[in-house]
């Protein structure tokens, strides 16, 4: 099993930066496919934001395109989501998962494991 506990949430003012991150441990962490971030707002559904595949290459949603970056340290073992020019729109809970299956998709199904969830919110 792959064990996924996400860190760094928190209260900020719109145009301002917070770092995600998503601290993974498991036999079979690195046979992952491909890791992403969701979020999942108050009474909407869970959609992916960004992903990283296990070659490096990564692909954001339009609403956080050129403001987040997905990044991994394989030293730490860590998955980060690094957001600047925070938007109340961006509020939300959000997750870390993996998909060790090889889709790599948007659907969230498609994710094998997931952490609890680290709360965002900016005013």
């Known amino acids: 099993d792959v064990q996924l506990v996400e860190s760094g949430g928190g209260s900020v003012q719109a145009g301002g930066s917070l770092r995600l991150s998503c601290a993974a441990s498991g036999h079979d962490y690195r046979d992952y496919y491909c890791m992403a971030w969701f979020r999942q707002a108050p009474g909407k559904q869970r959609e992916r934001v960004a992903r990283?595949?296990?070659?490096?290459?990564?692909l954001y949603a339009d609403s956080v395109k050129g403001r987040f970056t997905i990044s991994e340290d394989n030293a730490k073992n860590t998955l980060d989501l690094q957001m600047n020019s925070l938007k109340p729109e961006d509020t939300a809970m959000y997750y870390c998962?993996?998909?060790?299956?090889?889709?790599?998709?948007?659907?969230?199904?498609?994710?094998?494991?997931w952490g609890q969830g680290t709360q965002v919110t900016v005013s």
């Open positions: 998962a993996a998909d060790m299956g090889g889709y790599c998709g948007t659907a969230p199904d498609l994710y094998n494991y």
């Open positions: 990283i595949k296990s070659d490096g290459s990564t």
